[in-house]
Every structure is written in C-alpha cells, then in structure tokens.
C-alpha cells in the first residue's frame, strides 16, 4: 500500500518514462489478477480495483466500528443520548488566535464534545506558558498544572485526575500523542491516544531533507538526525503498545502502525482532522478584492499560493527554484506567499509576478485562499497531515503537493483534487506546468470536487462525531455497531 503510493501516480505523468512504464505495468498486472472475476474487470483500468473497492466498503459499510479500516470520518454518525465523561491529556492549550498544531485540534475537538454535552476534563499547560487560571466553560474543564519548565507536570495532573475520578469515574482517557507518557499510560487501562507523527513518517523527512539539501552544501553536514531516526522509530516500536487504543490521522500511518508497528488491528483507528468549515468558505467575490488589493492584474492567467513558516524544512528553496524557472516561459502565472520566514525575501527577489503578504490574520486566510487558484504545499514532510490542504478544499481550491502516503491516501486521493510530485525540483516544475496546461477554468471544476470531498471528510463537526462514536464504542460496544438505527 504505502508503496505503491511512492510513485508519481497522477501528476505529470508524461514526463518520466519510468513512471508511465511502472504504472502501465501495476495496471496489466492487475487486469490479469482479477481477470477472472469479471464485474471487477472494467473499473481498474486507470489506477488499479482500489477506488472501486474503497468506496463499497465506505458508503455501504455494515458491521463493526472496530474493524474499519478507512477513515470513520467517511460514515454518518447520528446523535445518541449516552454522555461521557472524558479525560484528556494535551502537551499544551491554545492561549489567544495562534493557528495550527496538535492544540488546536485538541480545542477544537474538545469544545465540539462538551458542547454536544459530555464532560471534558482536560490537564495540560498555557500554550504561552504564562500564568493562567484554569477554565471552565459549561461542560468543559481546563486545568493548567505546569512544572518549573512550563510544560506539563505529570505528578501534579494525576493529582487532580485523581480526585475528579474519585466523583465519579472517568469513561476514558484521551492523550494527544505522547502528553501522557507512555509509562503513565500503562497504569492506566482505558486510554486511547492520537498519533499527529510517527517516526517511521519522520525518518521520511529526515531522509527526503538529507537528499535534498546536504548534497548541496560544500562541507555535508553530520548526518546524525538521520542516525537518530533508527533508534527512535525501534524504542517508539517498543513504547507504543503500552497505549490501548491507538487513533492516526491519515490512512497510511493507520497501516504503518498495523504492518510495522505490528499493533492489532482492532486497536488502530483512522479518525482525520477536520477544520472549522464556518471559518473557510467558498467566497468568489472576497477573492477578487484580496487580488486588486494585492496588485494581482486582473488578465493574470494562474494564481498560485503558499502559506505557512517559509522556511527550508516546508520545501521552500524547491518552490523557490521551480517558480523562477517557470515564470522564465509562462508570463502571466503569479505567486502569493502568506507567511514569514526567511524565505520571504528570496520569493521577493523573484520579481513582480511573487507578492509576498508577510503572515496573515487568521481572518484574512479564507480571503487569501479564495483569491488563488491552486494551493501549493511544497513541505518535505511528511509526517502527520498539514491542515492547509484542507483549509485550502474547503474554499474551493485544489491542491498541489508532494507524492507522501499520508497525503495521496487522505487528501489528494486522486486527480480530482489536484497534483502531485516527487519531492524534488524537476518532479515540481513539471506538476506546475500541468497547472498551467490545465488552466483555470479546469482548476476551478476541480476545486469544485474539493469543497465537496472537504465537506463530506475534513469538517471539524464530522471529526467531533467521529471521536464521540469512538468512545461511546470503547465505553459499550453496543455502540461499535455500524449503522445504529439513529445513524443516518
Ligand atoms: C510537580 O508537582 C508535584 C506535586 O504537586 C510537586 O511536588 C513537584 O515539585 C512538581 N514538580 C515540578 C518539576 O514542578
Ligand atoms: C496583461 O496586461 C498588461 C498590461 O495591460 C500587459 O503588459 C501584459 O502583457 C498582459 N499579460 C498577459 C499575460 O496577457
Ligand atoms: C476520486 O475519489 C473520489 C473519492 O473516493 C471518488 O468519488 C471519485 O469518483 C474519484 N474520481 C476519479 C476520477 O477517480
């Protein structure tokens, strides 16, 4: 699975004989396997029997929860009057409107759960590690127990579990990767954690960032990250079934936890982030204000975006490098850059077709990402899911990104969504030609496809259902049964 995903699947095909050949190749010798069973016989013509397959098993899924295995977020969950009530352990909590990271998805989550009337308590420290005073809105409790450090201190935050589980126990605990260690996890017997990374995605990072960039360096830097990798993805192999149940967020980091961490199937689950769909829409015209302010011409013919840090690990120098090359052919494609980082003044020197906005209000993201037409995340990372694709979906726009299992297993599940490439400069500038070829008008229907496939798979309402379902299951697996009479 995830190696089949390694090539270039559906971005710029025609450029790389080998592509086309291995591809043509993995297509007959599908045809011949499944020569015999003839319904199957007309769908694997383009990519192979899995999209077919998937979406059998997805829309018509009949059986137990526990046994998925493709994204919960993909059912249709319907309201159960159960009430939980949840601990949960987050490295930190979000203080004021800073974007992204594994604390606000924790916010976001636990806000839409004690809203729908559970009770969260939540131990975890300030996110700007100044004092604060714990919270408590409604059904949801924040307790701040920091050490001297600012991060979180364990002894402290059982004491306070411990007294609110004395009131009355607690459902089950939750822990955002490893905020609760995973020599305290074992003591404790109904915890479920959440992977936002594992090693075995980050030796990919390290790998792809060694191939990347100290070949250019005169004196190579000491490769011992890279070395580092392999002892930590073996003690994470060894640590990780100290937890019970195990929740990833892609698709692939699902397998990689069954296939190489050799954990139960039944304890993995994929469950994918959503984000807030009322804070990015589809808003045409707030697009083409946040162009004129931004001196894009109104004859350009492609407008393309960046946003995020803009520093080398997020694949900048590769943007850099094929932009500059691109616009040297096509003169009327532009480039706007959310975002700082030093970075952002190299993309300036490229000339009048780059806008570099500097970092954006959270208010004006929507904006930004309505006033391109394609979204482009050049990261070389590949651990976890970046929340940009999807916010990006959510408007309207389709994306181009790197080939990572994670990604064309979750997000970019096919050329309906946008491109992809292999992690280096030519594979980049030949995806970016096919944008162009494309034009805007095919990226706008493709857009199209990707508010849809947001809507139905990345909404923090859909993620928030998802999640309930999962402890309601782990509390009594009466509710492990899909569909229940109140599922829709
Ligand atoms: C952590 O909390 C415990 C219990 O309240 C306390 O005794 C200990 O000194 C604290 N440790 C640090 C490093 O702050
Ligand atoms: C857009 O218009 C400007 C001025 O009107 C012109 O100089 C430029 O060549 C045009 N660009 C394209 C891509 O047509
Ligand atoms: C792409 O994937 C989606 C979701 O699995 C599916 O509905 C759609 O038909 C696929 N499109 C193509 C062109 O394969």
């Given at each position: 699975m995830g190696s089949k995903h390694q090539s270039s699947r559906f971005s710029s095909s025609s450029s790389s004989p080998s592509i086309c050949f291995s591809n043509r190749f993995s297509t007959i010798l599908t045809v011949t396997i499944l020569f015999t069973s003839l319904y199957l016989f007309i769908s694997p013509i383009k990519h192979g029997s899995e999209p077919l397959a998937r979406t059998i098993m997805e829309t018509g899924f009949n059986g137990d929860l526990r046994d998925a295995n493709f994204p919960w977020n993909s059912l249709f969950f319907g309201n159960n009057f159960e009430k939980l009530k949840l601990a949960v352990f987050s490295k930190t909590w979000p203080i004021g409107a800073a974007p992204g990271g594994m604390e606000r998805h924790a916010a976001t989550l636990y806000q839409a759960l004690a809203a729908k009337g559970h009770e969260i308590h939540v131990f975890t420290v300030p996110s700007d590690r100044k004092p604060h005073i714990d919270i408590h809105q409604g059904n949801l409790h924040v307790y701040f127990a920091a050490n001297d450090h600012g991060s979180v201190n364990c002894s402290l935050a059982f004491e306070i579990f411990n007294t609110i589980n004395a009131n009355g126990q607690f459902d089950y605990v939750h822990t955002e990767s490893v905020s609760l260690p995973h020599w305290r996890a074992k003591m404790v017997p109904h915890v479920a954690v959440t992977w936002h990374g594992i090693w075995y995605e980050i030796m990919h990072s390290k790998l792809f960032e060694e191939l990347v960039f100290n070949s250019q360096e005169t004196i190579p830097k000491p490769v011992s990250e890279l070395h580092e990798a392999m002892p930590r993805l073996v003690d994470e192999i060894r640590f990780?079934?100290?937890?019970t149940q195990h929740i990833c967020i892609s698709k692939s980091a699902g397998e990689v936890l069954v296939?190489?961490?050799?954990?139960p199937q039944r304890n993995v689950h994929v469950i994918l982030n959503g984000v807030d769909e009322t804070k990015f829409v589809h808003d045409p015209e707030s697009g083409t204000r946040f162009r004129k302010k931004h001196g894009i011409p109104i004859n350009a013919s492609i407008v393309m975006g960046v946003a995020g840090r803009l520093v080398r690990d997020k694949g900048h120098p590769f943007l850099h490098e094929a932009f500059s090359k691109i616009t040297k052919t096509y003169t009327g494609v532009y480039l706007l850059v959310a975002g700082s980082g030093p970075w952002g003044k190299r993309y300036a020197e490229l000339g009048s077709n780059v806008k570099v906005l500097g970092a954006l209000e959270p208010s004006e993201l929507s904006e930004f990402y309505n006033a391109i037409d394609v979204f482009v995340n050049p990261t070389l990372r590949p651990q976890g899911l970046d929340l940009t694709l999807m916010e990006a979906m959510h408007c309207g726009k389709p994306v181009l990104t790197p080939n990572y299992p994670s990604i064309v297993g979750s997000v970019v599940v096919n050329q309906s969504y946008g491109y992809t490439f292999s992690p280096n400069v030519e594979s980049l500038v030949e995806a970016l030609k096919s944008v162009i070829k494309d034009g805007a008008k095919v990226l706008k229907n493709k857009g199209i496809a990707c508010r849809q496939h947001a809507l139905s798979m990345f909404t923090a309402t859909k993620m928030a259902d998802a999640y309930e379902r999962f402890f309601l299951c782990m509390k009594n697996d009466r509710f492990c049964h899909y569909p229940l009479p109140t599922d829709c």
């Amino acid at each position: 699975m995830g190696s089949k995903h390694q090539s270039s699947r559906f971005s710029s095909s025609s450029s790389s004989p080998s592509i086309c050949f291995s591809n043509r190749f993995s297509t007959i010798l599908t045809v011949t396997i499944l020569f015999t069973s003839l319904y199957l016989f007309i769908s694997p013509i383009k990519h192979g029997s899995e999209p077919l397959a998937r979406t059998i098993m997805e829309t018509g899924f009949n059986g137990d929860l526990r046994d998925a295995n493709f994204p919960w977020n993909s059912l249709f969950f319907g309201n159960n009057f159960e009430k939980l009530k949840l601990a949960v352990f987050s490295k930190t909590w979000p203080i004021g409107a800073a974007p992204g990271g594994m604390e606000r998805h924790a916010a976001t989550l636990y806000q839409a759960l004690a809203a729908k009337g559970h009770e969260i308590h939540v131990f975890t420290v300030p996110s700007d590690r100044k004092p604060h005073i714990d919270i408590h809105q409604g059904n949801l409790h924040v307790y701040f127990a920091a050490n001297d450090h600012g991060s979180v201190n364990c002894s402290l935050a059982f004491e306070i579990f411990n007294t609110i589980n004395a009131n009355g126990q607690f459902d089950y605990v939750h822990t955002e990767s490893v905020s609760l260690p995973h020599w305290r996890a074992k003591m404790v017997p109904h915890v479920a954690v959440t992977w936002h990374g594992i090693w075995y995605e980050i030796m990919h990072s390290k790998l792809f960032e060694e191939l990347v960039f100290n070949s250019q360096e005169t004196i190579p830097k000491p490769v011992s990250e890279l070395h580092e990798a392999m002892p930590r993805l073996v003690d994470e192999i060894r640590f990780f079934p100290s937890y019970t149940q195990h929740i990833c967020i892609s698709k692939s980091a699902g397998e990689v936890l069954v296939n190489i961490y050799q954990l139960p199937q039944r304890n993995v689950h994929v469950i994918l982030n959503g984000v807030d769909e009322t804070k990015f829409v589809h808003d045409p015209e707030s697009g083409t204000r946040f162009r004129k302010k931004h001196g894009i011409p109104i004859n350009a013919s492609i407008v393309m975006g960046v946003a995020g840090r803009l520093v080398r690990d997020k694949g900048h120098p590769f943007l850099h490098e094929a932009f500059s090359k691109i616009t040297k052919t096509y003169t009327g494609v532009y480039l706007l850059v959310a975002g700082s980082g030093p970075w952002g003044k190299r993309y300036a020197e490229l000339g009048s077709n780059v806008k570099v906005l500097g970092a954006l209000e959270p208010s004006e993201l929507s904006e930004f990402y309505n006033a391109i037409d394609v979204f482009v995340n050049p990261t070389l990372r590949p651990q976890g899911l970046d929340l940009t694709l999807m916010e990006a979906m959510h408007c309207g726009k389709p994306v181009l990104t790197p080939n990572y299992p994670s990604i064309v297993g979750s997000v970019v599940v096919n050329q309906s969504y946008g491109y992809t490439f292999s992690p280096n400069v030519e594979s980049l500038v030949e995806a970016l030609k096919s944008v162009i070829k494309d034009g805007a008008k095919v990226l706008k229907n493709k857009g199209i496809a990707c508010r849809q496939h947001a809507l139905s798979m990345f909404t923090a309402t859909k993620m928030a259902d998802a999640y309930e379902r999962f402890f309601l299951c782990m509390k009594n697996d009466r509710f492990c049964h899909y569909p229940l009479p109140t599922d829709c």
